[in-house]
């Protein structure tokens, strides 16, 4: 599927853009297995160290790691997507059906940014330490990079993987708002950064509930946010994002790469090894590093 003229045109005018039923199971459900293997991997583990008490295996994949981190929390911060690492979901990264949406707005030469997530967002109350780095509080985009990213143009693709609800904390926007720049974030602890409430544009809010397949394609200056997850399920979700090749991604000590050139084929990186190992080397090296400018 690409974007037809309308949809670009409702992107440019808006800020973003859902694409109903723009994914299939097939690109989808790789990047699920992955996490299940890898879920289920650790719970034996978990149960072998007598961390946990039962496996949960009958749980299906929006409940069993709620139920894991209920007893014991470790699993939940190996889950992102430069920690993991798998192969499905870097192969995710350059999935066609993907890109071709992608390329409707970004054009054929694309960098995947390595400003890029996989949450499990579970229900309120279970995650490690109280915060929850799934809630969200009001921000744009642009205001988690720095400041070299600034004059260009970021495309933010979200993709729920599970349902996303009211309930469980789906994504809420303020459309028609870009295009004038930056706003002032802060830093907030325990919240990260955030746009100040008084600072806040004052138009209406849209509440994006989602179903797997669909996706948010949203410009960099959209302030965003999304509430706690007040349901008994785990909203899993994916937030990647997308440039044209060659200009800066904000994040310079994390790598990036080439997911699509009809200029410079040979350019494309397919090889999920290195992906993995320029990850591990930057998340190495970047130790301590501020990802975000605010004070
Ligand atoms: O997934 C969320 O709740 C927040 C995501 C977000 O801020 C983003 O995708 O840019
Ligand atoms: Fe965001």
């Not at 974007?3 to 109903?20: D, H, P």
């Not at 907030?188 to 955030?194: E, F, I």
């Amino acid at each position: 599927m690409t974007l037809n003229a309308t949809q670009i045109e409702q992107f440019k005018a808006e800020g973003f853009l859902v694409v109903k039923g723009g994914l299939e199971d097939r690109d989808l459900d790789p990047v699920i297995r992955e996490y299940e293997a890898y879920i289920d991997k650790r719970a034996e583990e978990l149960k072998a160290e007598g961390k946990i008490s039962q496996l949960y295996e009958q749980e299906p994949f929006d409940r069993r790691l709620a139920c894991i981190c209920r007893e014991h929390n470790a699993l939940y911060r190996e889950l992102d997507i430069m920690f993991l690492r798998g192969k499905a979901s870097f192969a995710f990264l350059s999935n066609e059906n993907l890109l071709d949406l992608v390329e409707g707005i970004v054009g054929p030469e694309i960098t995947c940014n390595p400003i890029q997530h996989i949450r499990p967002k579970l229900p309120t109350g279970l995650t490690p330490e109280g915060g929850d780095p799934h809630v969200a509080p009001w921000h744009q985009d642009a205001g988690v990079t720095w400041a070299d990213a600034d004059p260009y143009f970021i495309l933010t693709v979200w993709i729920p993987l599970t349902r996303a609800t009211v309930e469980n904390g789906c994504l809420q926007i303020i459309p028609r708002t870009h295009g004038k720049g930056l706003m002032q974030h802060h830093t907030k602890p325990g919240m990260g950064t955030v746009i100040m409430d008084e600072e806040m544009p004052q138009s209406a809010v849209l509440t994006l509930p989602m179903s797997k397949g669909d996706l948010l394609l949203m410009h960099k200056e959209i302030p965003h946010r999304s509430t706690a997850n007040t349901s008994d399920n785990i909203r899993w979700s994916m937030d990647l994002r997308y440039q044209q090749t060659g200009t800066p991604t904000g994040r310079p000590f994390h790598p990036e790469f080439v997911a699509r050139s009809r200029a410079n084929p040979q350019s494309v990186l397919t090889d999920h090894a290195e992906w993995s190992r320029r990850w591990a080397e930057a998340l190495e090296r970047g130790k301590g590093m501020r990802g975000h400018r605010w004070n």
